[in-house]
């Protein structure tokens, strides 16, 4: 080895060490973040904005407020809100979508939005660009308009307008669910919606989802009236992110009317919302 290649050596080791330095000093200072979160009391005016303005958070039980606290204000340090088209992101927002989001995850893994970096909020609906790659292996670009969309593990895209109109009572909409579902499902790599993907563990709950997708596609082809959201049958992956709906907005209903799926689902969110 001569000194040229020694000194690029010892440059590529010091930059890989820097690097990884670099890495444990961001995750320590997020670290530190978070325990000074922790270990800060809620805000008693950010209960009373939540408790105006989110129908789902005054059915919650009172013990699963206080276990979501600590999420929510970790969830808010961690989180970067954009504000999108000139929309200004307020107090409201972050905790509005802060708190459904820590929902699904309560019970879980506190750690499951660890790789989450940013939301994008919107005032209205969205249009993206989508290129689609049809059977015959065409494939076709076109606009889609959106309310929301959870691409990868790193940000979400919400319409704020549709986050509102998920806080209305009696209705299975909620956006804010349907993408952070489909965040907690892209973050073990889909495997949770896909049929194929065999684990043991996870057996029983692709069966319930075969059935109750099916039964959703045959009822919406009969032109039956559906709880489940008819934007399921597009395909498993739409499904569970519109049950995650259902389960939260609408759990009695769905409880009585597709015992199996709500018993998978109360297992998966480790929550018994019907019995709030
Ligand atoms: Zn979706």
Excluded at 170 to 191: K, P, Q
Aim: aromatic share 10%; hydrophobic share 45%.
């Amino acid at each position: 080895m001569n000194n040229q290649s020694q000194l690029l050596l010892a440059v590529i080791v010091g930059g890989g060490l820097l690097a990884i330095l670099a890495g444990q000093l961001w995750s320590a200072a997020r670290e530190r973040r978070r325990a000074a979160e922790f270990s800060e009391p809620f805000p008693a005016q950010w209960r009373a904005l939540l408790e105006e303005t989110l129908p789902l958070y005054r059915r919650m039980p009172k013990a699963l407020r206080l276990r979501l606290e600590p999420l929510v204000r970790a969830f808010l340090a961690d989180v970067r809100f954009v504000g999108c088209q000139g929309l200004e992101v307020t107090d409201e927002m972050r905790l509005v979508i802060a708190v459904q989001a820590c929902l699904l995850i309560v019970e879980r893994d506190p750690r499951a939005y660890e790789s989450l970096a940013s939301v994008l909020l919107y005032p209205d609906q969205f249009i993206v660009n989508e290129t689609d790659e049809d059977e015959a292996g065409v494939v076709h670009e076109g606009e889609s308009v959106l309310s929301g969309q959870s691409l990868d593990t790193s940000r979400i895209v919400l319409s704020w307008r549709d986050v509102q109109e998920s806080a209305v009572e009696g209705d299975a909409y909620n956006v804010v669910l349907h993408e952070f579902a489909h965040y907690l499902d892209n973050s073990v790599g889909g495997t949770l919606t896909d049929l194929t993907a065999r684990r043991a563990a996870l057996e029983a709950w692709h069966d319930v989802l075969h059935r109750e997708y099916e039964a959703l596609c045959d009822a919406v082809d009969r032109g039956e009236d559906v709880l489940i959201d008819p934007y399921g049958t597009e395909s498993t992956v739409e499904f569970f992110a519109v049950a995650t709906e259902t389960f939260f907005e609408t759990p009695r209903e769905l409880r009585e009317h597709h015992p199996a799926l709500y018993a998978e689902l109360k297992g998966f969110y480790g929550l018994d919302p019907a019995a709030w």
